[in-house]
Nanobody, 121 residues
Framework: QVQLVESGGGLVQSGGSLRLSCAAS????????MAWYRQAPGKERELVAD???????KYADSVKDRFTISRDNGKNTVYLQMNSLKPEDTAVYYC???????????????WGQGTQVIVSS
């Protein structure tokens, strides 16, 4: 059973930085795509950034050039470095691990409990 535990959220002023961490246990972390999602009050959960097993990354347009996703397979951890934060980045941030089989077919998703990020203006 995969478990994901996020940390690093908090309150920061506009223009500031935070680094989120997500530690995974219970699975073959290094072979699966990982992602960060966020959900603001009254809004749907949205994809922020993802990273595949080879380290290739994709970002939502709203965070490009400000956020960086990375992974350390030796530590079973994925990170989200968030710079130049804006009030609209305020949300609960969730770590996601997507299990896929050797053919790339979707199996299931695992989620962390979420970490709150609040950006004050």
């Amino acid at each position: 059973q995969v478990q994901l535990v996020e940390s690093g959220g908090g309150l920061v002023q506009s223009g500031g930085s935070l680094r989120l961490s997500c530690a995974a246990s219970g699975g073959l972390f290094r072979i699966y795509p990982m992602a960060w999602y966020r959900q603001a009050p009254g809004k749907e959960r949205e994809l922020v950034a993802d990273i595949n097993r080879d380290g290739n990354t994709k970002y939502a347009d709203s965070v490009k050039d400000r956020f960086t996703i990375s992974r350390d397979n030796g530590k079973n951890t994925v990170y989200l470095q968030m710079n130049s934060l804006k009030p609209e980045d305020t949300a609960v941030y969730y770590c996601n691990l997507r299990r896929i089989n050797s053919s790339g077919r979707y199996i299931d998703d695992y989620w962390g409990q979420g970490t709150q990020v609040i950006v004050s203006s």
